[in-house]
């Protein structure tokens, strides 16, 4: 019968793993030439003030640079207060916002109903949006 040695791991330099990439660093270029990172972090669920506001800190601590909010989800002013007091520049980060159409009837026409939803989001994240979906 043979028996098994133990494992023995090795710790040599030559074995390290190498550095990973801050989340968020990995980009996708658009049509238009902008780059949008590829990862992002979604606040839908996440409770309106401090709890959005510390996960948003969080995540641009660790590297995130997208987060992605929405007017019904109630925490946009949470975002943009925690992207204002990262003092990471705003022109790293993207920030994507939506216009919620579903069960919500246009208060005109739909382009000025965008308009007035999007300037609204805007208002409340305290800085402009890098993206703005329209979701129904």
């Known amino acids: 019968a043979s028996v098994s040695k133990p494992c023995s791991w090795r710790t040599d330099a030559a074995l390290k793993?190498?550095?990973?990439?801050?989340?968020?660093?990995?980009?996708?270029?658009l049509n238009d030439?902008?780059?949008?990172?590829?990862?992002?972090?979604?606040?839908?669920?996440?409770?309106?003030?401090e709890t959005t506001y510390q996960?948003?800190?969080?995540?641009?601590?660790?590297g995130y640079r997208h987060i992605d909010t929405?007017?019904?989800?109630?925490?946009?002013?949470?975002?943009?207060r925690a992207c204002q007091d990262s003092e990471i520049p705003r022109e790293e980060l993207w920030i994507t916002s939506k216009m919620w159409t579903a069960g919500n009837p246009p208060i005109s026409d739909g382009y000025t109903d965008a308009l007035q939803k999007g300037r609204a989001s805007a208002k409340n994240l305290g800085t402009y949006i890098d993206l703005y979906l329209i979701h129904s």
């Not at 793993?17 to 270029?29: F, H, L, R, V």
């Not at 929405?70 to 943009?80: F, R, S, T």
């Open 17 to 29: 793993m190498p550095e990973a990439a801050p989340i968020g660093t990995k980009k996708s270029s």
């Open 33 to 49: 030439g902008r780059q949008i990172p590829t990862v992002g972090l979604g606040v839908y669920l996440t409770q309106p003030g």
């Open 55 to 62: 996960a948003v800190l969080e995540a641009l601590r660790l």
């Open 70 to 80: 929405a007017q019904i989800y109630n925490n946009e002013a949470d975002v943009g």
